[in-house]
């Protein structure tokens, strides 16, 4: 009967509605040919499973996944599948039929070290067993209309679609000590965000949000402070499954 259920709920696509060009593709992507899709658990719709096995496609807001995902790991293990934009190209459509208007090149550059942003929501998450990430490097285009409905930030220009041009690269993380790969080699211990930021050649905060990220994983400790700025040293070793 269960099966049954979650077969008609699948047929009739839970959450395609409103699902953005971006997700549809890495869902696409990702998927391999026995894969299901928009399957009902636990009162939650699960975007991918195979097997035993749930598959989450987040491209923003790790902060309203952060329930469903407590509920799910204690008994599910779950990949958890996030874009990073390395490049992008800004579409602007007309307000009334949706027709191009223009299309160039971002000055935007991205990089890896930018999953910190969205992962500052869910660190604690990643020591669990039951979880592993995999963030995919991509090329995309924005599509942006004139509208007024946008924030402050955009202008008041409305972001109306993300869509996939490439995926240029994939990186795997099965546990918290697979994200020391972001620290230098020959940082000292202790050391500071300042120290990294000097190290790294990225901004202060964005440093700050990879070692709060490490903390709370447990992959790092505070182990004293210099001044007002806290100093830190790599956790004990940990086994990666």
């Known amino acids: 009967m269960e099966q049954e259920k979650q077969t008609a ?5 839970i959450n395609l509605k409103n699902e953005r060009s971006l997700h549809a593709a890495l869902k696409q992507w990702y998927a391999q040919p026995q894969d299901r899709f928009e399957v009902p658990l636990a009162g939650y719709v699960i975007d991918l499973l195979r097997g035993n096995q749930l598959v989450e496609i987040q491209t923003r807001n790790f902060a309203a996944l952060r329930p469903k995902l407590q509920a799910l790991l204690p008994g599910h293990k779950v ?4 874009p990073v934009t390395l490049e992008k190209w800004v579409v ?14 971002s000055p935007y550059r991205g990089a890896l070290t930018h999953l910190f ?3 500052v929501r869910i660190p604690e998450l990643v020591a669990h067993p039951n979880l592993t990430l995999e963030f995919v490097l991509i090329k995309e285009e924005e599509v942006r209309c004139r509208d007024g409905k946008g924030s402050k930030h955009r202008k008041h220009v409305s972001l109306r679609d993300r869509k996939l041009l490439q995926v240029v690269s994939t990186h795997r993380f099965t546990c918290a000590r697979d994200f020391l790969q972001f620290l230098p080699a020959d940082v000292p211990q202790p050391f500071s965000n300042k120290t990294l930021a000097a190290l790294l050649h990225l901004p202060l905060p964005q440093c700050r949000q990879i070692t709060y990220c490490l903390r709370k994983m447990g992959a790092l400790a505070v182990t004293g402070k210099q001044g ?14």
């Open 79 to 82: 990949h958890l599948l996030h």
């Open 9 to 13: 709920a699948e047929r009739n696509g």
């Open 117 to 119: 942003t969205e992962l």
């Open 92 to 105: 602007q459509v007309d307000q009334k039929d949706a027709s191009v208007l223009s299309r160039r090149k």
């Open 228 to 241: 007002n700025e806290l100093l830190f040293s790599i956790g004990e070793p940990q086994i990666c499954l």
